[in-house]
């Protein structure tokens, strides 16, 4: 069942992934903390690693126009094991004072309510 069930994930992942040529992320819905590939970072529309699932393919800077759908404005959860350091921005641009900043330790975090639903983009510092 288990294994039925990553099957599944990897596979969406798989297609997820090449609609966004541009290798922002592999996304996944209906999704739990523990989905969260090693050496990865990752990023839920929902609180406690739920909803819908992000997972940045590599460092860099993450516009606006980068995020999947539905993420704009709206990622409640995160878990930090990609290997560097992530912040979010309220701006589109990536650029400023971050909303927050989380670190690679792979702790899994829920965003505070001042920050929580309003990131536009990111930047994972390597
Ligand atoms: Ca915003």
Redesign the pocket.
């Known amino acids: 069942m288990l294994r039925n069930s990553r099957r599944i994930l990897l596979t969406v992942c798989s297609i997820v992934a090449l609609v966004f040529s541009s290798a922002t992320a592999a996304t996944a819905s209906t999704s739990a903390w523990s989905d969260c590939w090693p050496s990865y970072s990752c990023m839920w529309t929902g609180l406690n690693g739920g909803g819908s699932l992000m997972m940045p393919a590599h460092c860099g800077t993450f516009l606006e126009r980068d995020l999947p759908p539905g993420f704009?404005?709206n990622i409640e959860s995160i878990k930090n094991q990609g290997g560097g350091t992530i912040r979010l921005f309220?701006?589109?641009s990536a650029t400023g004072t971050p909303l927050a900043t989380y670190y690679n330790n792979g702790v899994n975090h829920n965003l505070t309510a001042a920050a929580r639903n309003?990131?536009?983009s990111l930047r994972i510092d390597c």
């Open positions: 704009n404005n309220d701006n589109a309003k990131t536009s």
